[in-house]
């Protein structure tokens, strides 16, 4: 069930637009209607869906929404990189395969489903060998997506930097867009204290003292970077939710305001 | 600082260098207490971590093993220990000029108290005498261990009368202080020597004798007038008697101040420098860090 809401709301999300006055009328094909709402209408809503009666009973301009029956390209891009493969009870990458397993699960006949990686597109499920990286990854879906194509992008965002933004708003401007931030596993504290040792996912290592003070520095840390993340995603038109370690379908349905049935 | 063994440092070194570096490897190997994380960078910045912390640790190492080091090598040390075995003579005025009010009750009076006070504060076993001078001087209490004898002496002490013979109470100390051991003179006058054998030369006699004289000028600037006479205090002869000696020269006003000279005396007079052995408290404290260190180490995860 679950599924076909998120597709639902992919297909919703199509008819909407964006930003004040920049909608236009969908150019995907589809061979019918399902009617989803009433509401007001916004500048830029094709006038074709105005529905007058309704209109003629409130007294404002009415639109109706509809799903139009058409062909989606869902595609994801998953960061496999080591800082992925670590968590507390399992890796977080585990958790990011429960969240593509439900989104190409959404998928209907005719949807395409695909892969993105580094310089490549592949099928779900097919190896990807080339070692994950953010911006070439980024460029491969802004090369290769059709527009109007759903995107999701899974990470720890631990590369994100700000020569990344125009190419991120470049994607949203294009597709639909959504960004799963895998929640760091230590989110809620370290559980350790005294002496510990660090070792990089990737690289590095630091031997550290963790006290109390250290516990309180790291949880506030990892909360502002995740408010900050959640805000520049927002702000280059992303949809974001958190990809918990323990729940990998959760936060994706949760980026797009629906609840697990 | 000495040693006994100097020779034995070089082994010390190279195992406590040893040491070290079985710890650093130790520290290097993987623990229970290791996190894996995405991104060392960012938690390093998050945690703003207390680099003191480690340091203090790996500080705490080095020195509990360079002092076990310092410790097998038998190191001495001089430094002023309390002289448990001291003899020391308060000579005390009791010249005319001693009944003088200007320090209450009377410098005399004073005088005696702060005797008392000095031969309480001094370290059992010290032995101490009095001798008390005017025109003369007399052993009031011979040298004795037994402090409240000593002090039952004090009431032996003549009321003020006669001269001021500050040599002859010198040589008097001389002649009764023990040939050898930690020897003090304390000499508590109000006046000039008008009487007996030259102080200076006897100063200096036993300052050759490494016996310090320890001068205590009793008395206010102004003084009094005692017999029609001024009773004032002859600082300059007392300070170079105390120089010539090896000693130290104070000034009190009054009762207060005499009795802090005094106390002051006592914790100087009853030190003497001595060569310690410190290979017992070297290898104790390095034995303590050790363990303290070790203690912590293991309850925090700093290895081993």
């Given at each position: 069930m679950a599924s076909i809401t998120l597709r639902d709301a992919l297909l919703r999300g199509k008819r909407?637009?964006?930003?004040?006055?920049?909608g236009s009328p969908t150019t995907y094909r589809g061979d019918g209607y399902e009617f989803v709402e009433l509401r007001a209408y916004v500048?830029?809503?094709?006038?074709?869906?105005?529905d007058w009666a309704a209109t003629a009973r409130a007294g404002d301009l009415q639109t109706r929404v509809v799903l139009e029956d058409v062909a989606l390209t869902l595609a994801a891009l998953i960061d496999d990189s080591a800082s992925m493969?670590?968590?507390?009870?399992?890796?977080l990458l585990d958790a990011a395969g429960e969240a593509v397993e439900l989104w190409y699960g959404?998928?209907?006949?005719?949807d395409r489903v695909l892969r993105v990686g580094p310089e490549c597109v592949v099928r779900p499920g097919a190896p990807i060998d080339v070692r994950f990286d953010l911006e070439r990854t980024l460029l491969t879906a802004r090369a290769v997506l059709p527009r109007g194509a759903a995107l999701l992008a899974i990470s720890?965002?631990?590369?994100?930097?700000?020569?990344h933004h125009d190419l991120l708003a470049s994607l949203a401007s294009r597709c639909d867009c959504t960004a799963l931030v895998a929640r760091d596993?230590?989110?809620?504290?370290?559980g350790l204290s005294g002496f510990v040792r660090i070792r990089g996912a990737e690289s590095g290592h630091a031997r550290l003292w963790i006290g109390a003070r250290e516990r309180r520095a790291f949880a506030a840390a990892v909360r502002a970077r995740e408010a900050e993340l959640h805000s520049t995603f927002a702000s280059l038109g992303w949809r974001t939710g958190m990809l918990e370690e323990h729940d990998g379908v959760a936060g994706l349905l949760d980026a797009f305001g629906l609840n697990f049935i | 600082m000495s040693f006994d063994h100097p020779v034995y440092l070089i082994p010390a070194v190279f195992l406590a260098i040893a040491l070290c570096a079985l710890l650093l490897a130790a520290q290097r190997r993987m623990t229970a207490r290791d996190l894996v994380y995405s991104n060392v960078a960012f938690l390093t910045d998050a945690v703003a971590p207390r680099a003191w912390i480690g340091r203090a640790f790996n500080a705490s190492w080095i020195v509990a093993l360079a002092l076990g080091a310092l410790a097998v090598a038998g190191p001495h040390v001089r430094m002023p220990v309390p002289a448990r075995d001291g003899s020391v003579f308060i000579c005390i005025d009791t010249s005319g000029?001693?009944?003088?009010?200007d320090v209450s009750p009377t410098r005399a009076s004073a005088a005696k108290n702060a005797a008392a006070a000095f031969i309480d504060a001094s370290p059992s076993g010290t032995r101490i005498g009095i001798i008390a001078f005017s025109s003369g001087a007399a052993?009031?209490?011979?040298?004795?261990?037994?402090r409240t004898a000593v002090k039952a002496a004090l009431?032996?002490?003549?009321?003020p009368n006669g001269a001021t013979a500050i040599g002859d109470a010198l040589q008097l100390a001389a002649q009764n202080?023990?040939?050898?051991?930690?020897r003090v003179v304390i000499l508590i006058t109000d006046g000039?020597?008008?009487?007996?054998?030259d102080p200076q030369e006897m100063a200096s006699y036993l300052g050759t004798r490494h016996i310090p004289i320890y001068t205590i000028g009793i008395g206010t600037p102004n003084g009094d007038i005692i017999g029609g006479e001024q009773s004032t205090i002859d600082e300059d002869a007392l300070r170079s008697y105390a120089d010539a000696s090896g000693g130290a020269y104070a000034r009190a006003e009054n009762a207060s101040q005499l009795r802090s000279a005094l106390a002051r005396l006592g914790g100087v007079t009853m030190l003497q420098n001595r060569e310690v052995a410190m290979s017992l408290p070297f290898a104790f404290s390095a034995g303590g860090l050790l363990l303290l260190a070790m203690i912590t180490g293991f309850a925090t995860g700093r290895v081993p």
């Open positions: 909407r637009p964006r930003r004040f006055g920049a500048p830029g809503d094709d006038v074709r869906r105005i493969r670590v968590g507390r009870k399992r890796p959404s998928a209907r006949g005719g720890d965002w631990f590369d994100l930097s700000e020569r596993p230590w989110y809620d504290g370290l | 000029s001693m009944q003088s009010t052993v009031i209490a011979p040298l004795s261990a037994d009431d032996d002490v003549p009321n202080l023990p040939a050898s051991g930690h000039v020597n008008n009487a007996g054998a």
